[in-house]
């Protein structure tokens, strides 16, 4: 029989228990009836569309449509202001966003080429910039392709020109030989994966012309729509815009120009690029809250400024209200020059509701205007949820709306009220700098956790950076830069925007100094709840005011103390690239880590890519072996196969090639690689499909760069080419380190096909796809038993 100190206990733990649901309740209901649940529409919204981007099979937009409405008669039932109330409201709108996103996809319907090739391009010139070497980047809407006809052609299509040429107006008709490809895929499985963005861009293959492409004036534009004229003359003017910056400021500070007004990037050098990302001062590039809000308080003050020296005018008609009508103006024409990026809508929706909450007489700066901002952007892109430009963007926002709104609430200054005139400009300044020091102390943690996931970088010297090229970009930058705009139409430009790079000369020397103080740390993968787990508790704290608001910092603590004491996943010790072009392996030592390359010069997409996420200390290039060659490949085009001799003579060189090689780095020849496991066994790389046969009888683990009709090797050898990597993706293999160990593989792309790589399983001889992306894992390959191993192949049997 229990006691009754047991019983006491018992109820006194019910009670509180219940006095804490009971104050949750409480808060939930506060927070409700002053409308702070609204603050998180675009929330549920993105959360919605993020899920339905990201799950391996979407439910059909039937089957959602049908759960919606029936939460929704469920929600018009419950009574408001209670717990049931608000979670039958957030799965309406998590739904809603799941059919947002699917109703984007069905709606972009991009085409994406299915496999590389070399064909002729004749197509329409929607975009084009220019690069620091002089060449050029072109969007072309395809109008036709030739020798050969691609059948499933793409609608538009990213192409570098990079030999001397004539360069294509926007609305000209440029023809060329090009090599076509389709956008890359993860570079490691986990890591963004390209073709997601390109087939929301409506961009369906990325390549280069062969020579110069010919371009000539097209009379189609007068057939397309209004809007798509619209669109043409727009860019046409951001491009004579971006022309007319770069030929007044020559070099780095005139692409910096051009960044800052038109969103053009491209033609910065990669020092420059470098610098501003390892010292944070990228952020400056993107044309985003920063370059708004200055743009619209300098023309809002100016106006306002010189309308109030005429009293008779000041005093009949609202002043403040005209100068945010012209401020409204003047970001509309911005936004519609800078190429529509995600971050200067997010920064114009916010200026403009911004603005009009002045013409309507209600607060200007809320939490409130950046969820309407946000919900209009998710509503016509929910695509944009996934990327880091969105979502840093937002984070930064909210949390500086937040810290405004925390220090405007704080308790009067202890310090008495300046009152000499050199106390109030020592008070002012040190208003500016505490506020720049705020700033950036705030933005910079509130986009820490998107840095350390998307770019796996974190730059330790931003603070300072930031505090010295703030104050140029807001009083010298920007002002004399949008004052040159104004005068431009008169020709009267070219001092101002004179005096602005001035300004960015001097922001690229603190940038080039900051980041010769180190490049901050970098981070390798992290557990894939850590970034989910950190922006909840980060929208908790920021977009609530009630004491429920500390679980979200509760959350964040928790978050990043599991993360810390948690077990770093194991990388994998073999990586491929998707073209099965870059191998590396990890090779035995003891304080670094170091990857053996099959490559002298790796690609730098790639191995850029692999660097941080491996953390990689140094990369071991392979060794050539002297006086050694294959023998020359047979033309397959004309039927040429290899003699017995020459047979006889490829076994040898390879047989010579596997005897040479040692286990600390590759040793090549021309077209072939090869290194020895720990465990003995041999790792043949391969450029050449005629000698795949042999290839397989004296390696274990074959990584062939070239398509095969082979999907196995006949004698239980490993073989990974880039014919069942069109179906995969780049891989990660672990387990290589003892016989009896199985392998280990995590493959790019597995499950169900996307939208957006369902290109890779095109059969373009039957017109039809494979529904699923597909690993056979072989029981044990490096025990040597010689069991033929089913790898993926694609539907066209290349």
């Given at each position: ?562 993360a810390f004491l948690a077990p770093r996943p194991a990388d994998g010790e073999l990586m491929i ?83 040479a090689s040692g286990s600390d780095r590759f040793t090549c020849i021309k077209q072939a690689c ?83 790589t369902a290109h890779r399983l095109y059969d373009w001889r039957s017109g039809s796809f494979a ?28």
């Amino acid at each position: 029989m229990p006691s009754l100190t047991t019983i006491g206990h018992g109820a006194g733990a019910r009670a509180v228990l219940h006095r804490i649901l009971s104050r949750v309740r409480q808060c939930v209901s506060d927070e409700s009836r002053h409308g702070h649940f609204f603050l998180f529409v675009p929330v549920w919204l993105g959360a919605g569309a993020a899920i339905w981007f990201s799950v391996g099979q979407p439910p059909p937009a039937l089957f959602l449509g049908l759960l919606l409405a029936c939460l929704l008669s469920a929600l018009l039932r419950a009574m408001r202001d209670t717990v049931a109330h608000v979670v039958l409201w957030s799965s309406c709108l998590i739904l809603l966003g799941m059919l947002m996103a699917d109703w984007e996809t069905r709606r972009m319907s991009t085409v994406i080429l299915d496999q590389p090739l070399v064909t002729t391009v004749t197509g329409l010139v929607e975009r084009r910039e220019q690069g620091v070497g002089g060449e050029w980047r072109y969007v072309l809407r395809v109008i036709q392709t030739a020798e050969p006809t691609i059948r499933r052609s793409p609608e538009r299509v990213s192409l570098l020109a990079r030999s001397r040429h004539a360069p294509a107006a926007i609305g000209d008709e440029l023809s060329g030989r090009a090599r076509l490809s389709p956008p890359s895929g993860p570079a490691l499985p986990g890591l963004n994966d390209f073709s997601f963005q390109s087939y929301f861009a409506g961009i369906g293959a990325v390549g280069f012309f062969l020579g110069p492409p010919a371009a000539k004036t097209s009379d189609s534009p007068q057939e397309q729509g209004l809007w798509a004229r619209f669109d043409e003359a727009l860019f046409s003017l951001r491009d004579r815009i971006s022309n007319r910056i770069r030929s007044v400021l020559p070099g780095d500070p005139g692409a910096f120009a051009a960044a800052i007004i038109t969103g053009e990037r491209r033609s910065m050098s990669e020092e420059a690029t470098e610098a501003l990302r390892v010292s944070g001062l990228a952020h400056i590039t993107a044309i985003s809250g920063l370059n708004m809000a200055l743009a619209a308080g300098i023309f809002f003050v100016g106006l306002r400024g010189l309308l109030s020296l005429m009293p008779t005018f000041n005093h009949r008609y609202p002043v403040k209200k005209i100068a945010a009508g012209g401020a409204l103006l003047a970001t509309t024409g911005y936004v519609l020059i800078s190429g529509y990026q995600v971050s200067a809508l997010r920064a114009y929706l916010m200026t403009a509701v911004m603005l009009g909450a002045v013409l309507f007489d209600r607060p200007a700066v809320s939490l409130h205007n950046l969820a309407l901002a946000a919900t209009a952007i998710l509503a016509v892109q929910p695509s944009a949820v996934m990327g880091p430009s969105f979502q840093m963007s937002f984070a930064a926002t909210a949390a500086l709306i937040a810290g405004y709104a925390g220090w405007r609430a704080r308790p009067r200054a202890i310090l008495p009220r300046a009152r000499s005139l050199a106390m109030r400009i020592a008070a002012g300044f040190a208003k500016f700098v505490g506020g720049t020091l705020a700033t950036s102390l705030i933005g910079g943690v509130s986009t820490a956790i998107f840095a350390i996931s998307h770019f796996h970088r974190l730059s330790t010297h931003g603070l300072e950076a930031n505090l010295a090229a703030m104050p140029l970009i807001s009083l010298v930058v920007m002002p004399f830069g949008f004052i040159a705009m104004l005068l431009m139409p008169y020709g009267l430009d070219a001092p101002f925007f004179w005096i602005m790079g001035q300004g960015l000369e001097m922001v690229l020397a603190v940038a080039h100094t900051v980041s010769g103080w180190g490049g901050g740390y970098v981070f390798p993968r992290l557990p894939a709840w850590f970034m989910s787990c950190t922006i909840a508790g980060m929208l908790l704290l920021t977009l609530l005011r009630t004491p429920i608001r500390h679980a979200g910092t509760a959350l964040i603590v928790v978050t990043l103390a599991a993360a810390f004491l948690a077990p770093r996943p194991a990388d994998g010790e073999l990586m491929i690239s998707e073209d099965a072009r870059l191998v590396a392996i990890r090779v035995a030592s003891d304080e670094t880590t170091t990857l053996a390359i099959n490559r002298s010069r790796p690609a730098a997409f790639i191995f850029d890519q692999w660097r941080p996420v491996l953390g990689i200390d140094e990369a071991m290039p392979p060794v050539m072996l002297p006086n050694t060659a294959l023998p020359p490949a047979p033309d397959r085009r004309i039927g040429q196969t290899l003699s017995e001799e020459q047979r006889k003579l490829a076994e040898t060189v390879l047989d010579s090639l596997l005897q040479a090689s040692g286990s600390d780095r590759f040793t090549c020849i021309k077209q072939a690689c090869a290194i020895r496991l720990e465990n003995g066994n041999s790792l043949l790389t391969l450029e050449r499909p005629d000698l795949l046969g042999a290839a397989c009888d004296r390696a274990n683990i074959v990584v062939l760069s070239a398509r095969t009709r082979l999907t196995a090797c006949r004698s239980g050898a490993l073989l990974i080419s880039e014919t069942n990597l069109r179906a995969t993706g780049s891989l990660e293999i672990s387990g290589l380190g003892a016989e009896s160990q199985a392998m280990t593989v995590r493959s790019a792309l597995d499950g169900p096909s996307k939208p957006w790589t369902a290109h890779r399983l095109y059969d373009w001889r039957s017109g039809s796809f494979a529904t699923a992306h597909e690993f056979a894992r072989p029981p044990d390959v490096v025990d040597q038993s010689r069991t033929p191993v089913q790898m993926p192949i694609s539907d066209n049997g290349e």
